[in-house]
């Protein structure tokens, strides 16, 4: 299956370490020093404790499918469709999710609570967090 048409992210201060962490195949997001918590997308204070000492962590890589949709419309001639846009739920943390795209797998095969791993689309310098069936 060819990866659909991505519009990359603009990386600046607060986002680099998301957007290249991938280099090294290590997913990380942002977690409060104080309370421990994991913010995503990142912000300049944690929501659960207020506090402003927040540094991004690496996570296992690991995320357990939560929600999908599967598209069919060819929005571009460049994508390929069908495709899965997913949210998963980072294991972690459970209100800790993303919104990505599952690869690997044929759209009918795909199922709510199933296991899977981060991989990573190298645009250099960004490396989009996509996610496989473990």
């Not at 104080?34 to 995320?63: K, N, T």
């Not at 991989?119 to 069936?133: A, R, S």
Request: net charge negative; glycine share 6%; aromatic share 10%.
């Amino acid at each position: 299956m060819t990866e659909p048409f991505r519009v990359l992210p603009h990386i600046g201060p607060d986002n680099q370490f998301f957007w290249t962490s991938g280099r090294d195949g290590v997913l990380r997001f942002l977690r409060c020093r104080g309370c421990g918590y994991f913010i995503h997308p990142p912000g300049p204070i944690c929501p659960r404790c207020l506090e402003r000492d927040l540094s991004p962590e690496p996570v296992s890589g690991r995320a357990t499918l939560f929600s999908f949709t599967v598209n069919h419309q060819k929005w571009s001639p460049d994508i390929e469709e069908p495709y899965v846009i997913a949210l998963v739920q980072v294991e972690e943390q459970d209100d800790l999710r993303l919104t990505t795209n599952l690869v690997n797998v044929e759209p009918d095969e795909v199922r709510i609570g199933m296991p899977l791993r981060v991989v990573f689309e190298d645009h250099d310098p960004v490396f989009v967090p996509l996610f496989e069936p473990a």
